[in-house]
């Protein structure tokens, strides 16, 4: 029988039951695992270090013996397919370095993407590939990362990307300089040393204020760790014909049975999970790049009748070529969790029973009354934006999550209102009544974090400009304490507090009739 290793490539051959496999290689590396071996999709080569492995590093750091095995893995697992060697100076492999604990935490742990980048194979890399730009915008985006995620930097970058070379080598220097004159800084420009570096802030990251704050308010109280996952890199930002998205099997807002989420053209992964732009739908990629949409489409299809439920999946397009990099069952609303399980009954593509589908739902969602909350409003609205994540929200505005916290905790209900939302905000938005940003969309933070924890959302939202302090939208300024409502359904925004209608939910309904007689196998 084979040894369960703590560092195991993607095509390692498991023997253990999924349920212990998503607990030894967290979400992200079983997902890897099972896409690449098990379902045979397109993933790029890569391995993982096991969750087991984060409180002892977290204990004593890294231990030889695991140096040795991620060196050994680096060769075995990536090198020998990729057909380039990290840390080359003339082709050189870059990898990504993410975290992956069994419990999903959206965003609340860190990343590194290009590690291996040096500046003699930045230089390489632009030359290799034709395009300068996009290889000194890779090399900013590593030292970018690298000097906040490793060395805990603040190098107060505005978000996005120079277009220009010598406006990128400029920032290069700056940032380079910045870490060099760092602890342990004088080992930049050693790739071996970046990726243990990088595992290692990986690790640690499993405690930092965000992740812990983010167990508590998601009840997670059993997980014993991260694990970290080491994937060669795939480029979504090399070309006219790449680019990067999320996309849901289903719409997790409403529970639409059709395909929907977040492109980004010449972009990679972070553009778009990290809410610093303005997405794209699907349908935008659908139009470009059709016959790549279709192998989209296909392998959706696949892993939701893999998994019997709706999914969301990241994934990259490099050069026309799909990649897939994480696929799990996606989070929903509320309001779309009883759509998405009456339908998947009643389609019988995956198999799912009455009663399976009935012990889905939140028990508290499935005893209540089968109702749903609909926005209702006399006026017009001020702005609207992308509703992510359903129901209606009014509040006191803020633009600070401290201060969301502390009006909260003297009986205020707070809408938070920020330019995007990160890991740090997640204390403010553990109390806010509802989130508004101006930008991001389906899978931005804000989006995942309110489906995740069903509270109202709007995301994208245009006409609005913030500038710490207040809001101005047309000829309005709306300052720290007005009352604002949002429309999480419709994406609406109004001045003052809205009404709400109540309505039958026939999906809530339906399943309530299964769950009260959990023998019959029909679908109603």
């Known amino acids: 029988m084979k040894s369960t290793p703590s560092v195991s490539s993607f095509d390692f051959g498991?023997?253990?039951?999924?349920?212990?496999?998503?607990?030894?290689?967290?979400?992200?590396?079983?997902?890897l695992w099972l896409m690449r071996r098990e379902l045979g999709l397109s993933v790029p080569p890569g391995f993982t270090i096991a969750t087991s492995e984060c409180q002892p590093y977290l204990r004593e750091g890294l231990r030889a013996s695991l140096k040795q095995d991620v060196h050994q893995a680096v060769v075995?697992?990536?090198?020998?397919?990729?057909?380039?060697?990290f840390g080359d100076a003339s082709d050189p492999l870059l990898v990504s370095v993410r975290s992956g604990a069994a419990a999903s935490m959206p965003g609340m742990m860190d990343t590194v993407l290009n590690v291996g980048m040096t500046p003699d194979n930045a230089e390489a890399l632009a030359e290799v590939t034709g395009n300068p730009v996009f290889a000194l915008q890779s090399y900013l985006r590593f030292l970018t990362a690298f000097a906040e995620t490793v060395h805990g930097l603040d190098l107060g970058r505005s978000p996005g990307l120079p277009e220009d070379v010598d406006a990128l080598r400029t920032e290069i220097a700056t940032t380079r300089n910045s870490i060099l004159r760092a602890p342990q800084g004088a080992s930049l420009d050693d790739p071996a040393a970046q990726l243990f570096d990088a595992i290692g802030a990986v690790f640690r990251s499993w405690n930092s204020p965000r992740a812990i704050a983010y167990r508590e308010r998601a009840h997670v109280l059993d997980a014993n760790g991260t694990a970290v996952t080491v994937q060669a890199m795939v480029f979504g930002n090399l070309d006219g014909r790449s680019g990067t998205g999320v996309a849901f099997t289903r719409n997790p807002s409403t529970g639409e049975p059709a395909p929907c989420g977040d492109f980004l053209f010449r972009a990679q992964g972070d553009d778009v999970v990290g809410g610093n732009s303005r997405t794209l739908p699907l349908e935008a990629f659908e139009k470009a790049m059709p016959e790549v949409y279709g192998e989209l489409v296909s392998a959706m299809n696949r892993l939701e009748l893999h998994y019997r439920d709706m999914?969301?999946?990241?994934?990259?397009?490099?050069r026309g070529r799909l990649w897939l990099l994480q696929a799990r069952v996606g989070k929903r609303s509320p309001l779309a969790a009883p759509r998405i399980a009456v339908d998947l009954v009643r389609e019988g593509r995956v198999g799912l029973e009455p009663s399976e589908a009935a012990a889905r739902?939140?028990?508290?969602?499935?005893?209540?009354?089968?109702?749903?909350?609909?926005?209702?409003?006399d006026r017009a609205p001020i702005a609207s934006g992308l509703g992510v994540s359903p129901g209606s929200a009014t509040g006191k505005i803020v633009f600070d999550s401290d201060r969301a916290v502390e009006l909260a905790e003297v009986g205020e209900d707070v809408l938070l209102v920020r330019r995007e939302t990160s890991p740090e905000d997640v204390h403010g938005m553990g109390v806010a009544k509802g989130f508004l940003t101006t930008l991001g969309g389906m899978m931005s933070h804000a989006a995942v974090v309110a489906r995740a924890w069903?509270?109202?959302?709007?995301?994208g939202v245009s006409g609005i400009e913030l500038d710490g302090a207040s809001m101005r939208c047309g000829m309005a300024v709306y300052r720290e304490g007005d009352i604002l409502s949002i429309d999480g359904d419709t994406g609406a925004v109004y001045a003052g507090a809205i009404n709400s209608n109540v309505a039958v939910d026939p999906y809530l309904a339906t399943l309530r009739e299964w769950a009260a007689t959990p023998a019959d196998r029909t679908s109603g």
């Open 76 to 85: 075995g697992a990536i090198e020998s397919e990729i057909g380039r060697r």
């Open 361 to 377: 739902i939140e028990p508290n969602l499935l005893s209540g009354a089968a109702t749903i909350g609909r926005a209702t409003a």
């Open 454 to 459: 069903g509270v109202p959302a709007v995301c």
């Open 14 to 31: 498991h023997l253990e039951s999924y349920e212990r496999l998503r607990d030894r290689l967290g979400g992200k590396g079983f997902s």
């Open 311 to 318: 999914c969301d999946i990241e994934f990259t397009v490099e």
